[in-house]
């Protein structure tokens, strides 16, 4: 009688790499590669079939901390090389890891492009609105007023919100999370990965030397419970610390605005409730931000669509089948030529 062997149980240690993890004290990164290695213990991913993809700068160093296959690439390419991967092998489970820097400047082309062909990949973008690894400078998520070496008098651009941006470039997936809620990312972090399609997650994470404190005035505990909304779809979107404050339209307009709960004679079926496929719903929540109004973590917006390697390889399956002997020399030399006198 033969029993079979019940497959070995990875723990999110087994996720971890034996290299030294090389960011600074306190970097809010150390807690997002933990949420990633709880995430993908609780999905039990295959070692083997799992592939993190990184540009350049702080965040890009997390292929080497994980016990996946990885690859470091250039500044702002990681996106191009996630969607020749992927092309390449569509049954790898791809994770493209990018700070802000990295993912919406030299960046930013490549991210459309994945986004708008829906590339079946997660996109994680670490956002501390600066650049770190070189030391400082302000980044396009960075806001007015940042005083940073590049910026000694205060920075004039007109901040990138990275989430509108995603939704902008037809992204069927965007969502939200903050590196110190390591019990709510990991969970954001495996909606990412049910999806069939890219995902785009935007984390907010706390760089403790250019760039400490920047989203205390919504991350702070005193405060978190009234400047953080955490949506669930299906669910009415009310907050503050007794769930006593809500979201509904302005009558007449389309536009957010805060109410009291049950103050006022407001009646219950004003306040929103979080639909996921509604993308105009996803950009309001995307739009809002303190002190007016709370910001919006959790998934933002989910409306699966076909996928782009699906379709290039049925694409190419198609030809196949209609042209079986199809000669590359013959196509090559098709069409209209010319010659070239000397």
Known sequence: MNIATPPETLSSKDYASDQEVRWCPGCGDYAIVRSMQKALADMQAPLENTVFISGIGCASRFPYYMSTYGFHTIHG?????????????????????????????????????????????????????????????YSPTSRMGT?????????????????????????????RGIDSQVKILPEILKRAKEHKGASFVEVFQNCVVYNDGVFDH????????????????????IFGKDNTKGLRMKPGRIELEVVTVGEGGLPGGDILVHDETNKMMATLLAHMQPPNFPVAIGVLYCNPAPTYESAVHKQIMDVVKSSPNADLDILLRSGPTWTVDA
């Open 77 to 137: 390419r990681a996106a191009a090389v996630a969607t020749g991967t992927k092309l390449a092998n569509p049954d790898l489970d791809i994770w493209v890891i990018s700070g802000d820097g990295d993912a919406l400047s030299i960046g930013g082309n490549h991210l459309m492009h994945v986004l708008r062909r829906n590339v079946d990949l997660q996109y994680i973008l670490h956002n501390n609105e600066i650049y770190g690894l070189t030391k400082g400078q």
């Open 147 to 175: 005083h940073s070496p590049s910026t000694p008098t205060g920075s004039i651009d007109n901040p990138v919100s990275a989430s509108e941006f995603a939704l902008g470039c037809d992204a069927h997936f965007v969502a």
């Open 218 to 237: 919504f991350t702070e505990k005193g405060i978190a419970g009234d400047m953080q909304l955490m949506v669930k779809h299906g669910e009415p979107l």
